[in-house]
């Protein structure tokens, strides 16, 4: 496919096995090709003049064009259901960008290999750059603790220590087999107080509360990446400038396994009164690349996504009386959900 900004003409993209549509600044279709029509399960004809929501698909395909086409960049979405026809229901890969005051829609077929994203793929560069800088700052924590006579500070290195050695680890995993759970039982409790003091050692100026549930019983899961779920939130909502963050835990009676019956979970939020979630993206928040920030990278919330789901739970977000929240519901064991 060319390059964003040298988009071929109608004869060129007809001859592409990629698909392609071009929508105007109405996202009503103004060209599609063989390949767009033989996806989706439709012909042209159907499509040309037509707005976006004759596709029927899922409202995250329509944010992303709307988002692009203001902001310019791209979103990748992946799995998009749609049914442009009774009875021709299918998943489609796109890649939505904009260029000249139109959006282009590349679709491709879902990859066999799903499973496997293109965020954890994407992550596994990231994971090798960062290798040295970690066990660095490592030995600096280590050097520091051991020259430091303040109790205060000697915790702080241990602090920086710890971290650093948790972030080196989950770039080994990064590198090798995702899908290998290193699980545990761990006291959601303490998970979520190791969130709060690492908040408080950031950013002092920033009220954090506890609204837990007492009564709950051990999680098992992957102590490192779950851990990593929620400071990822948690920053997220220091980033949106929130002076007020809340950690609540509950049970939760709503997460059904694959045969549809209830199983044991855990719901974990982080709620904030920060600058919320754009309404332009909030439809296609957790696709990979898709951030309210210039500065953001988009993949955060995209791997806290994952790895829940690598758990059997799920990671949502919520607007609840002014305030942002992000729920994340975890089956008590991994397994269970299957």
Not at 6 to 32: K, W
Not at 205 to 234: C, F, M
Request: hydrophobic share 45%.
């Amino acid at each position: 496919m060319n390059q964003i900004g040298e988009r071929p003409a109608q004869a060129g993209i007809d001859a592409l096995a990629t698909g392609v549509a071009m929508l105007d600044e109405a996202l009503e279709f103004a060209r599609v090709n063989p390949a767009f029509c033989e996806l989706i399960g439709v012909g042209a004809r159907r499509l040309l003049g037509q707005s976006l929501s004759v596709l029927h698909a899922e409202a995250r395909l329509e944010a992303a064009a709307r988002h692009v086409l203001e902001h310019a960049g791209l979103s990748q979405l992946d799995s998009v259901a749609l049914c442009a026809a009774p009875g021709k229901e299918c998943a489609i890969d796109f890649l939505v960008s904009a260029n000249g005051g139109f959006v282009w829609l590349e679709a491709r077929p879902v990859s066999a290999t799903h499973a496997t994203s293109r965020l954890s793929e994407s992550l596994r560069g990231f994971a090798h750059e960062v290798r040295n800088p970690l066990a660095a700052i490592s030995g600096a924590a280590q050097l520091l603790r051991q020259r430091e006579a303040d109790l205060q500070k000697q915790q702080l290195a241990d602090l920086i220590q710890s971290e650093a050695q948790r972030l080196a680890n989950l770039s080994e995993r990064l590198l090798g087999a995702r899908g290998d759970l290193q699980t545990r039982a761990i006291n959601v409790h303490a998970m979520l107080e190791h969130v709060a003091q690492l908040l408080s050692a950031e950013r002092r100026d920033i009220e954090v509360q506890r609204d837990y549930d007492p009564s709950l019983p051990a999680l098992h899961g992957d102590p490192d990446r779950l851990l990593q779920v929620l400071l990822n939130l948690a920053r997220n909502a220091v980033e949106a400038n929130a002076r007020r963050i809340v950690l609540r835990s509950r049970a939760e009676a709503g997460l059904r396994n694959s045969n549809g019956q209830a199983i044991p979970a855990i719901r974990i939020e982080v709620e904030d009164d920060g600058e919320g979630v754009p309404a332009d993206i909030q439809a296609m928040l957790f696709e990979p690349m898709v951030s309210g920030r210039a500065s953001g990278s988009g993949l955060g919330l995209a791997l806290a996504r994952e790895i829940a789901r690598e758990h059997g739970g799920d990671l949502h977000h919520q607007r609840r009386n002014g305030a942002t929240c992000f729920v994340l519901v975890l089956p008590r064991h991994p397994g269970a959900s299957r």
